[in-house]
């Protein structure tokens, strides 16, 4: 592959995602009036990835609302501003729960706890993976399905052309997207959503947002 140019450098530095979004409306039209609304596409990658994992075990199946709340509980038990390892394992299940936990999601927190504090999970290498390897690794801990690990790859990692089916907004946003009449199973979202690579990713990011700042 050629080096890219300096003109393209330079725009990469101001939108990393001008690619994935000059695809995206070039193969669909009806993408344009979802991304004007919309903007930039704001995916950056995010530093705290122990932070990331915890706060997608505290979200499974509740309001982002109430995820956010027993996320800054949780961060106030431990005395900071980041979730530690070491920090969550001194709380204790106990500990744990007090902020509003699930018995089964405090077990979920402390089983990541102890596979980075004993080095089992090396978050900072896994940048290195492909992300079936990336999967692998994070949904051998306990607590860690699927939908968890393709959250850390989109958010942490940045990475292009994941697509997490076991998300109802991306359900909803496929089947308000090809204005179907049902929520579209598993199967046929990876179906609909083959035109969309190599950045399912972006594409998802913007479903998103469509279901968050509908049209006016």
């Not at 101001?14 to 994935?20: G, H, K, L, R, T």
């Not at 390892?85 to 001194?90: D, G, I, K, V, Y």
């Not at 850390?152 to 359900?171: E, H, K, T, Y």
Request: hydrophobic share 45%; aromatic share 6%; proline share 7%.
């Amino acid at each position: 592959m050629p080096p890219a140019s300096p003109n393209r450098k330079a725009r990469d530095r101001v939108d990393p995602w001008a690619d994935a979004v000059a695809h995206l409306r070039e193969i669909d039209p009806r993408w344009c009036p979802l991304i004007d609304r919309a903007g930039p596409c704001l995916l950056r990658p995010k530093p705290d990835r122990f932070g990331i994992l915890v706060r997608a075990i505290v979200g499974q199946q509740i309001s982002s609302k109430a995820a956010a709340s027993i996320n800054l509980r949780l961060l106030h038990g431990q005395g900071a501003k980041r979730h530690r390892a070491e920090s969550l394992l001194a709380l204790g299940a106990e500990g744990i729960r007090a902020a509003g936990l699930s018995g089964v999601k405090a077990s979920y927190v402390l089983h990541l706890s102890e596979a980075v504090a004993s080095g089992q999970l090396k978050l900072a290498r896994l940048g290195r993976l492909d992300d079936a390897e990336i999967k692998a690794q994070l949904t051998a801990i306990r607590g860690i399905g699927p939908w968890t690990a393709e959250m850390f790859l989109i958010f942490a990692l940045n990475r292009p052309d994941v697509l997490s089916v076991g998300d109802l907004g991306v359900r909803v946003g496929i089947r308000d997207y090809y204005g179907l009449e049902t929520l579209p199973d598993p199967r046929s979202c990876v179906e609909l959503a083959e035109p969309w690579r190599p950045y399912r990713s972006v594409a998802m990011w913007y479903l998103w947002r469509t279901i968050d700042t509908p049209a006016s």
